[in-house]
């Protein structure tokens, strides 16, 4: 599977950003998809997952109630809307594709997913 991540830039605090995880090669209906971030100096974090029918939904507990994950499985794409953002959220985001499957209880957040796409910048301004 090949993942191509879209959307980020700069945006002021408050405001909104939708990413777009494009993907390719297998049906990634067959993969729980995620997304994660990493800010300057500092570990990849989880920040939401999707099971592949888009039934359940995981958040961080950092971003819940203000980003929303999503997916349309027709066009192989994955989506993260991401509002009330803070600079905080600055950092680059990931899409990621995995195996795993996700239950009522959750998705799994670990950084070992197995397919990731290269990352795009999101930078918000106090």
């Known amino acids: 599977v090949q993942l191509q991540a879209s959307g980020g830039g700069l945006v002021q605090a408050g405001g909104s950003l939708r990413l777009s995880c494009a993907a390719s090669g297998r049906t990634v209906s067959s993969y729980v998809m995620g997304w994660f971030r990493q800010a300057p100096g500092k570990e990849r974090d989880f920040v939401a997952a999707?099971?592949?029918?888009?039934?359940?939904?995981y958040y961080a507990n950092s971003v819940k109630g203000r980003f929303t994950i999503s997916r349309d499985n027709a066009k192989n794409t994955l989506y993260l809307l991401m509002n009330s953002l803070k600079p905080e959220d600055a950092a680059v985001y990931y899409c990621a594709a995995d195996s795993r499957v996700c239950s009522a209880s959750g998705c799994y957040s670990g950084p070992d997913y197995d397919y990731w796409g290269q990352g795009t910048q999101v930078t918000v301004s106090s």
């Open positions: 999707i099971s592949r029918g888009g039934v359940y939904t």
